[in-house]
Nanobody, 114 residues
Framework: QVQLVESGGGLVQAGGSLRLSCAAS????????MGWYRQAPGKQRELVATITSGGNTKYADSVKGRFTISRDNAKNTVYLQMNSLKPEDTAVYYC????????WGQGTQVTVSS
């Protein structure tokens, strides 16, 4: 089992920045992928960004150039730096951890006001 604890959500004005963090604990495999997904009201959960333990990243087109995912393998922690936030970025953001299975955090609300 893997547990994920997220932090860093909140309310910000359009154009502002937020940084999300997610710490993983439990049965952590060295070869894994961590990432962030989001779900807005009435919409399906969608990928935001992922990063492998080797540092390979993947981004949704809608956040490229504005969001940066990074990780600290020694701390089993993944970060999401979100800049130039837009109202359409408003959603619950979920941390994910994947090795042979997939685990989810509890979610953190990000609200961007116009």
């Amino acid at each position: 089992q893997v547990q994920l604890v997220e932090s860093g959500g909140g309310l910000v004005q359009a154009g502002g920045s937020l940084r999300l963090s997610c710490a993983a604990s439990g049965n952590i495999f060295s070869d894994n992928t961590m990432g962030w997904y989001r779900q807005a009201p009435g919409k399906q959960r969608e990928l935001v960004a992922t990063i492998t333990s080797g540092g390979n990243t993947k981004y949704a087109d809608s956040v490229k150039g504005r969001f940066t995912i990074s990780r600290d393998n020694a701390k089993n922690t993944v970060y999401l730096q979100m800049n130039s936030l837009k109202p359409e970025d408003t959603a619950v953001y979920y941390c994910s951890y994947r090795d042979y299975g997939i685990y989810w955090g509890q979610g953190t609300q990000v609200t961007v006001s116009s």
